[in-house]
C-alpha cells in the first residue's frame, strides 16, 4: 500500500522529490528529465472519472498556455499505463500520464493517505498539485483541491512566477 499515510506536507522551497515511473507508454520519466524549466505535476485518484476527467482536460485545454510560461505538466495516478493510454485516447490528452501502483512517490509528496470521501475515512490519492521550479524546488502545492478550475489557478502561479 505505499509509504505511512500523510507522512509529509510539501511547502514552497522543499527540494521536490526525485521519481521515475513509468509512463503510458512504458517508458520511464524521471523528475530531472525536467531539469531547467517548470513542471507541473499533479496526482489524482482514476483515469476517467468525473472529477479527474474535468481536471486532465482543463490541464489539456491550457496546455499551449502552460507551455508558452515555459512548462510542462505530468500527471499521475495508481492506474496503469493500459488505462492510461485509453483515457489519453478518449480525451485527446497531449501530456504524459505516470503509473504510481505502489503509491510510493504519492506518499513522498503527501498526495496518498487517509481522507473523507461521502462522510467515511479512507485511505487514497488526495488529489494534489505541485508547481515545480526549474531547479527542482517546489515553487508552490495545493492540497485536497477541487478539479474544476484548478488548472487555471496552477497558470496563473506559474505565470506570477516567471
Not at 520519466?29 to 476517467?48: E, I, M, Q, R, T
Request: aromatic share 10%; net charge positive.
Amino acid at each position: 500500500m505505499g509509504k505511512t499515510p500523510n507522512a509529509r506536507r510539501l511547502t514552497a522551497g522543499d527540494e521536490a522529490p526525485k521519481f521515475k515511473l513509468l509512463d503510458h507508454d512504458g517508458k520511464p520519466v524521471s523528475l530531472k528529465d525536467f531539469a531547467g524549466s517548470p513542471v507541473v505535476v499533479y496526482f489524482y485518484p482514476a483515469d476517467d472519472t468525473p472529477g479527474c476527467t474535468k481536471e486532465a482536460c482543463q490541464f489539456n485545454e491550457n496546455l499551449r498556455a502552460f507551455t508558452r510560461a515555459g512548462s510542462k505538466v505530468v500527471g499521475i495516478s495508481p492506474d496503469g499505463a493500459e488505462k492510461h493510454v485509453k483515457f489519453r485516447a478518449k480525451y485527446g490528452l497531449k501530456f504524459p500520464l505516470l503509473s504510481d501502483p505502489d503509491h510510493t512517490t504519492m506518499a513522498e509528496y503527501g498526495a496518498w493517505g487517509e481522507k473523507t470521501m461521502y462522510g467515511k475515512k479512507t485511505v487514497g490519492t488526495i488529489r494534489s498539485t505541485f508547481l515545480i521550479d526549474a531547479d527542482g524546488a517546489v515553487a508552490a502545492a495545493w492540497y485536497n483541491v477541487r478539479a474544476d478550475g484548478h488548472a487555471a489557478k496552477v497558470l496563473d502561479e506559474l505565470k506570477s512566477l516567471t
